[in-house]
């Protein structure tokens, strides 16, 4: 600064001690002109001598304007400069000042950064904890329910093992007892051939018994010819010897007529004795040849009878023969049954708990029921597999959940980790421009050291961030540590869930196994259930019933009277025919008569049982139903009468009439009609009276009750009978 | 679409045997005319089950089965009736032919405690329905009767019944190595029925 007025001499020493010898420095911007030395002018030192001292100083003030121009522009050069280092210095502070800035901001941004990982870090840490803890809740549980499935499926394991045995024994006891049931179907089988042989058998004896009667009948029609033949000769000599003793007795009486004729006229003429002699010898002669023909008679009819009890005793050793045939085989049948009765009881020693052939069939029952407890047993422990089946199912779902909890809480892990692994490399990156944020710092600092108060300012700062990410670096080991706790923890997890996998495996195989059983099980069960449908029962709790087969019992009685019948009526032509032979010929008849008798006797007898049958049938039936009857009149108080009838179109209707055993006269009646379900009443003298169609029209016609009406009339007729 | 509720009725013991005695009677009769067991004209129609039914009008077929299916009733009502077994049979050989087999389940807490049960009487009858179409389409794989055949009925009973003075206790009456074809089944809840048909192999078919 130029002083307008220059300070006095004096000044000059202050000023030049005050010089320096750089005044071009533009640090304060302070000149001092050399010749002037306003400054050391004293104070107290007057201004009176300007005179000389202007002169001087003119020439000194135009040189020292020169030089003080020229200083000047030296100085203004060096502000200028100076100005325009400042510029560039304020410029560089400014960007200086920007960077930090911008570099604080970064900081901030980092620190925000770091803060919102380290709470991102912190919440998956507390979802990891929350996670591992449930996943570690679910594994507990997980485990506790395979321990108990473990113990069930032991237990299970335990029953199938008992049922398998009890399977195995009764199997057991099955082929036993279908060996045996072989053994007796073959054995049945042999005696059903053997009764077919003997069938046979006696169907060719039958033949052969038919073939002998056939040929006996056709000797006896032969002799039955031969005798009528006989018959008719003899018949013919009788009736010429008839006629012959006609004659002589015709003879005879004129010859007595004669001789008594003669007896009158007592002509004692030789001739006419000789004559009665004649006569009389012939007479004798006719009566001897009459008493001889007698004796034929005689002889002959008691040959007839020899013969026929000859044939009756042929026809009766022949029977006794066969029966004797017969009893030699059933000898030998016999012989054969016992040898069968011994292999039977042979049989049932072999069979346990059978003492004696009774026995059998309550073996048979309870060995039965065995099975049926056996397939019982079968069928629950079904239903437990099924149980286990589906148990097993939930566990292997919830195993399957289990994994992909963990599978997620893995990926969960990974990305944790790569978070990690982001905001580690953040860290580092951050840690990389906070090294480079001190570099510019400090040579800020070392560049601006007098701007001491933003400095600090920007070292406290930078303290501050280092020390804040010291911090986070501390908990970033901290998280670092977690995650690997969490990943032993997991590696564990891990591993316990590849036990479990195995264990789970395990169990598949050991079901699927049990699922073969069961579809053997299902398989022998449909087995018995169809031998059930077959229409096998036990004995012990069921019988079999059949109801008597009126249709067939009647038709087969039909079929029988009628065939009976028409027998009868063959046979009773038969009969007329030979009566009509017999009185022509009346011995040869005999034979025949006493072979169609005997048939007649059995078809008779059988007929006669039928009819017995019949009635007794009826008689039971009319029995039940009078007692019956009887039964509903005492407990209901009502004589009931059924009849038949037949309404005009042609409907066949049942009528029933009710009389009160209270009744006081015989008119006191009621009428019902009854046809398919529904009872009507009907009208009558009786019900037409007053108080009875009353009593009709309420209970009957008004509520639909019949019994409520007889129980009515019953209750009336009782209080009138005992009041009367 | 509002859900249609369906409408339960009340069947007790004595309903229940009634549905299953009268079930027996259509369905023998329906078995005798499938089977020709009777000629064709001996039979009138008349409407049952939703279905046109056949009735033999023979006096006696006809006494015969109403006999029966009282009995029939009468040991349901008991809870004493197991099976009930239709067998057709040769007329001259009096070999079995074909088994109509038909097992009955009786609830014993009803028959115990006289209880009611509720089920639909058209949900019964279309379960019913269901088994004659059945026996009326068995003639597609059943061997022809060729020769003239007579029918019987057997009870399977509890062995502690007392045996009615019309029936008389019998064998079985079973085939040796029988085909068999099970039917539908139906159930009132208080007895359920299984039908089951066993039949001799045909000659044709062992060839």
Known sequence: MILRTPPPKKQRAEPIHHDSPSPLVASEGRLVIYEDNPLAAPPPESPNQPSDHLLCTYQCRQMVKADVLDALSNAEKQISDYQSKLEALSESLSKAEAERKKFRDQFLYAEQELAAAKGREQMLHDQLLKEVDDSQERFRKQLETNNELKGKLQNEMNLRKKAEFSSVSAEEKAADLEGKLNQFSQSIETEKKRLHNELALLKGESKLSISRISADLERMEFRANNAEKESELLKEQLEDLKKHLNECLNQKSEVEKKFSSFTFQEVSSSESNILIKHLQEELRNYESEVREARKLKSSHEDIELLKAKLLEEKGRRERVESELSKLQEQQISLVNLENELLLWKLITKDIPDVSCPEDVPVKFATLQKEVIDSTIKIGEANARLKQIEVRLDATELAKQNAEAD??????????????????????????????????????????????????????????????????????????????????????????????????????????????????????????????????????????????????????????????????????????????????????????????????????????????????????????????????????????????????????????????????????????????????????????????????????????????????????????????? | MASRTVAKDIITLRGSAAIVSEFFGYAANSILYNRGVYPEESFAKVKKYGLPMLLTQDEGVKSFITNLTAQLSEWLESGKLQRVVMVIMSKATNEVLERWNFSIETDSEVVEKSVSREKSDREIMREIQAIMRQVASSITYLPCLDEPCVFDVLAYTDKDVAVPFTWIESDPKLIANPQMVKLHSFDTKIHKVDTLVSYKNDEWDEQ
């Open chain 1, 406 to 724: 963990a599978a997620l809480a893995k990926e969960k892990a990974e990305v944790l980790k790569s978070e990690v692994k982001r905001t580690e490399l953040m860290l580092s990156m951050v840690n990389e421009e906070r090294d480079k944020l001190r570099n510019v710092i400090n040579d800020s600092k070392r560049h601006k050291n007098e701007e001491a108060g933003d400095e600090m300012t920007s070292g406290t700062v930078v303290q501050e961030l280092e020390s804040s990410l010291v911090k986070k670096e501390s908990c970033i080991k901290e998280l670092e540590r977690n995650l690997r706790e969490q990943k032993e923890i997991n590696d564990r997890q891990q591993n316990e869930i590849k036990l479990l996998h195995d264990r789970l495996n395990n169990e598949a195989r050991r079901i699927k196994s049990l699922e073969r059983e069961s579809d053997r099980l299902r398989s022998e069960i449909s087995l018995l259930e169809s031998k059930l449908g077959h229409g096998d029962y036990s004995s012990a709790n069921t019988k079999v019933l059949r109801m008597v087969n009126t249709l067939a019992v009647d038709n087969e009685s039909k079929q029988t009277i009628e065939a009976l019948q028409t027998e009868l009526q063959k046979t009773k032509e038969k009969l007329q025919a030979l009566e009509e032979l017999k009185n022509q010929s009346g011995d040869t008849g005999k034979l025949v008569d006493s072979y169609i008798s005997e048939k007649i006797m059995k078809l008779k007898e059988q007929i006669a049982t039928l009819e017995k049958r019949e009635e007794r049938y009826k008689t039971v039936f009319a029995d039940r139903i009078s007692v019956f009857r009887r039964a509903c009149c005492e407990l209901f108080g009502y004589k009931i009468v059924m009849d038949e009838h037949q309404r005009p179109n042609g409907i066949p209707v049942t009528r029933f009439t009710l009389q009160s055993i209270y009744a006081q006269n015989d008119d006191e009646k009621l009428e019902f009609e009854y046809e398919s379900g529904n009872t009507n009443i009907l009208e009558n003298n009786y019900t037409v009276q007053r108080e009875i169609s009353h009593q009709v029209d309420i209970f009957v016609r008004k509520l639909n009750s019949i019994p409520a009406f007889t129980a009515n009339l019953t209750v009336e007729s009782f209080n009138r009978r005992t009041l009367s």
